[in-house]
């Protein structure tokens, strides 16, 4: 290895008991090459991009040379998926490389992800496909630059492997980055084995590296339930403001750090529908948009259930104690889901029947098939109590009852008006929260067929830049904001597993 490509490992993880991982060398690839490197990310994290775009480097990336320093292991962790219990899941086509400090000290994973076979991979293959490498590229860096928790992008390496799915692919690595790859169903796999010493153990080191305000407390691990709580509260809440639908909401999918992970059958909504699912195994729609703060109620209930041996010797005071954090979830979720509502609606102020305004809309345009992030959108340029039906049209335009639209922005407007405050300044601050530019579903799957089936990047690096920057105008852009032609069918996601 040469000195350019030196990581400066910390693997904390690593220096946990055995039983929390399989230590682990990725799989070596036969003719990795680097499709795309977010040099950006690499600096942040220390790391020379152009030491990364070298030979030596990509076979980093692709797991095929293994640096200084690293310490290689899949993580073991169990889950619900889709409310079934599955004692052993794990890292089944992953590595965690190791860990590294980036520039505002924040401790990161650097893990390969569709890397080879693991002792957890069962029956699967443990090999990743070029197509959704480059969605939750694609997906995680805008998720990134709309202001949400999530793991990121280093880079994505085809590995001169052809994978079997429903039919030939070329193989593929994505180098991904999170504040810690711990999980719900990390917790849930030490209790299921009623092993209390490992969840002390992992409750500690969680509190350490994400939580450390908390070591003080006089109840250390019920206030790391409270937090986590809050902090997925908040999460959820951010989803559910830019119509962001996960698809697949496990507990092995829940970060006990509150990132977005794990982009599988995700998408975005187009026209706004609570009852909205993507994913096409998801039959019984329990992960639908309007679903994901119950779900994730529920997952918190699961990581409750496994911190009862930390929350007191007695049993039925645990008990209430995770009973009260969880409880707590649907009050915080709300604070968070208005406030924003708020902020996207142009109101400064709170007051008591903006929840009875804000659910109004919704359901018009549920009723109406209008676009989620374009209604928003538009809504800043017609904040003003001297608008009218003129100045409403791009508005109107998309309901397919404009009067349903009129009706509802008589009462918004008295509602500014009532407020008061500075046109232009109130506009500015509503593109600010309202993005004009999401990964629309249309255009991911162009982007995604062009890199796949033609060899071609061009719409894929187009699309990028401009989910770089999703709040500003980009009229050399501007087809990538609009919604799919009405004849389009229904979009479907896969897992890509």
Aim: aromatic share 8%; net charge negative; charged share 25%.
């Amino acid at each position: 290895m040469t000195a350019e490509i030196a990581f400066a490992f910390d693997n904390s993880y690593a220096r946990l008991p055995d039983r929390f991982f399989a230590r682990m060398t990725p799989t070596r690839m036969p003719e990795p090459a680097l499709v795309r490197l977010n040099a950006p990310l690499a600096r942040h994290l220390g790391l020379d991009p152009a030491a990364l775009r070298s030979r030596e480097g990509v076979e980093v990336l692709a797991g095929s040379r293994v640096p200084a320093d690293a310490a290689p292991l899949s993580m073991a962790y169990a889950g619900h998926q889709f409310g079934g219990w599955v004692p052993q899941l794990g890292d089944g086509r992953a590595v965690l490389l190791g860990e590294v400090i980036d520039r505002d000290g924040v401790r990161r994973d650097i893990q390969l992800k569709g890397s080879g076979r693991t002792p957890f991979s069962r029956m699967g293959d443990g090999r990743a496909a070029l197509g959704p490498v480059l969605r939750e590229y694609l997906m995680s860096e805008a998720m990134h630059a709309l202001g949400v928790p999530t793991t990121r992008a280093l880079a994505a390496v085809t590995t001169g492997e052809t994978v079997m799915r429903e039919r030939p692919l070329p193989g593929a690595i994505l180098a991904r980055v999170a504040r810690s790859h711990v999980r719900v169903g990390t917790f849930q796999y030490f209790a299921a084995r009623d092993d209390t010493a490992a969840l002390r153990t992992l409750a500690d080191y969680v509190i350490e590296r994400h939580y450390p305000d908390l070591a003080g407390a006089e109840k250390p691990h019920r206030a790391l339930l409270d937090a986590v709580v809050e902090a997925q509260a908040r999460l959820v809440a951010q989803w559910m403001l830019i119509g962001f639908v996960h698809g697949v909401m496990n507990t092995d999918n829940t970060s006990i750090a509150a990132e977005t992970i794990d982009y599988g059958p995700c998408a975005f909504l187009d026209a706004f529908d609570p009852a909205t699912v993507f994913s096409s195994i998801d039959h019984g729609g329990r992960y639908a948009f309007g679903n994901q703060p119950r779900v994730l109620h529920w997952n918190l209930g699961c990581l409750a259930q496994t911190m009862l041996p930390l929350l007191g010797e007695d049993e039925e005071r645990a008990v209430a104690e995770a009973q009260a954090a969880v409880d707590a979830f649907p009050g915080r979720f709300r604070e968070a889901w208005v406030g924003g509502m708020r902020a996207k609606l142009g109101l400064g102020q709170a007051r008591e029947d903006d929840e009875a305004l804000i659910q109004d809309l919704l359901e018009r345009m549920t009723a109406n098939g209008a676009d989620h992030t374009l209604t928003f959108r538009r809504l800043g340029a017609v904040a003003d109590p001297g608008c009218g039906e003129r100045e409403d049209a791009p508005v109107r335009a998309l309901f397919r009852d404009p009067a349903a639209f009129d009706d509802w922005a008589v009462r918004w407007r008295a509602r500014l008006a009532a407020e008061g405050g500075e046109r232009a300044a109130r506009r500015a601050a509503m593109d600010a929260v309202n993005p004009l530019f999401i990964p629309r579903n249309h255009r991911v799957e162009e982007a995604l067929k062009a890199a796949v089936e033609q060899d071609d990047l061009g719409p894929f690096d187009t699309l990028m830049a401009a989910l770089a920057a999703p709040f500003a105008d980009q009229p050399e852009r501007a087809r990538l904001a609009e919604p799919p032609p009405p004849d389009q069918p229904p979009h479907r996601t896969f897992c890509g597993t």
